[in-house]
């Protein structure tokens, strides 16, 4: 595939922007995604090298003196139908800091520097390089830390995630642990709330074994006069100090709360650790494809956009797509823009890999039915030896 990701920058452009692209960067590098696969466009060289065929993500910046410039480039990306975010400076001031044509276009709120990974993560979930789906798991001890885990699972909601916390998201009548190892398989990062007794819970114990072992990050929040846990060896830790906590109280299930600061930071590194978490999964999925593929002697390529061609004997492609998580409807035809992309390749199949451990019974049922029913099949990395060698 020789198509680019586009990434458009438009408006009144400056010290924010390349604060965004050198984020960018890092965490395209993070994806294992190489940098040449992305073309920035400005003003400058639209003309030149814009193409409307090709991934395109615009970003526009605003203006606090109200000059809207760009307005005829960002006519043509409308017209096109590129995702297009506005960034405004004041909360009341959109409709003067950006340009009418973008007034019916959902605006994002720049407050600090703590936002740049939230826009750089809107950037790769354009680009489908980053799940839209932003599942964060929190791991605490009720006991010990409740007061503070529901306070992270109402400021992570505000912030667009989908928050797993085990006393607001399990419904009457489900099976609890069952759902809670499904709902950890599905997330994207564990935020894990350190209290001095929390591995005394051997359910604790068990969700950080759980983390590890299917490389899930984790971002963990070490209490004051606690230590790091070893066994959370992927973890990305936040040394937590009294000072971090309103009016100091940080020892208290139902009184202790977070500063509002302390918050922003704590989301600011789960956006930061989800393109690295993404990458570590992928890479086992490609890892066990490609020891399966070796066994048996096949002909593939991992491509530059992490994909897995094999060339059939009829000089038709398979393609296989390493995807972390559940597998959705909405996963398979997301795939199939990717069938639209390669349509001058000789494409056979497309087939999205994934682990199915802890996956609950349901699901796997339901992604069977799929099966029957999408151009995009959804396929067990455990059972890939078996199925390449028999297909």
């Known amino acids: 595939m020789d198509y680019k990701y586009q990434l458009i920058v438009l408006g009144s452009t400056g010290k924010i922007t390349n604060t965004v692209?050198?984020?960018l960067w890092q965490r395209v590098k993070d994806l294992g995604v190489s940098t040449?696969?992305?073309i920035i466009i400005d003003e400058l060289n639209f003309k030149r090298e814009y193409t409307a065929n090709c991934p395109a993500f615009c970003i526009y910046f605003g203006d606090l003196t109200n000059n809207h410039k760009n307005l005829d480039i960002i006519k043509?990306?409308?017209n096109d139908g590129t995702l297009i975010i506005p960034f405004f400076y004041n909360e009341l001031d959109f409709q003067s800091e950006i340009p009418e044509v973008l007034h019916n276009h959902n605006g994002f709120l720049y407050n600090a520097l703590d936002d740049i990974e939230r826009i750089v993560s809107l950037i790769l979930e354009g680009f489908s390089l980053l799940r839209n789906s932003r599942k964060i798991f929190i791991s605490y001890k009720r006991n010990e830390s409740r007061s503070v885990a529901i306070q992270?699972?109402?400021e992570f909601e505000k912030k667009g995630f989908d928050?797993?916390?085990d006393t607001h998201s399990i419904r009457p009548g489900e099976p609890f642990q069952e759902e809670l190892w499904n709902r950890m398989t599905d997330c994207d990062a564990i935020v894990l709330l350190n209290t001095e007794k929390f591995l005394a819970s051997k359910w604790c114990k068990e969700e950080i074994a759980e983390a590890n072992c299917k490389l899930i990050g984790i971002v963990q929040l070490i209490w004051p006069n606690h230590k790091l846990e070893s066994m959370a060896e992927l973890c990305l830790p936040i040394n937590l100090k009294d000072s971090d906590f309103i009016d100091g109280i940080y020892n208290d299930k139902v009184l202790s709360q977070l500063k509002k600061n302390v918050v922003n930071e704590i989301t600011?590194?789960?956006e930061s650790i989800r393109a690295r978490n993404l990458a570590s999964r992928q890479d086992n999925i490609i890892t066990e494809f490609t020891s399966a593929s070796k066994n048996l002697n096949l002909n593939i390529t991992l491509q530059p956009e992490r994909y897995i061609n094999q060339k059939l004997a009829d000089g038709r492609d398979r393609i296989f797509i390493p995807t972390?998580?559940?597998?959705?409807?909405?996963s398979c035809n997301q795939s199939e823009d990717l069938i639209a992309e390669i349509k001058k390749h000789n494409v056979e199949s497309i087939y999205l890999l994934y682990d199915h451990i802890r996956i609950r019974d349901k699901w796997l049922k339901h992604l069977d039915?799929?099966?029957?029913h999408l151009t995009v099949k959804t396929l067990k990395i455990k059972n890939v030896e078996l199925w390449l060698n028999h297909n």
Do not use: A
């Not at 972390?324 to 909405?330: L, N, Q, W």
């Open 163 to 165: 928050v797993f916390l």
């Open 268 to 270: 600011s590194k789960v």
């Open 152 to 154: 992270l699972f109402e």
């Open 369 to 372: 039915w799929l099966n029957k």
């Open 36 to 38: 040449s696969k992305f």
């Open 324 to 330: 972390v998580g559940i597998p959705h409807s909405f």
């Open 21 to 23: 692209l050198d984020t």
């Open 76 to 78: 043509k990306l409308i």
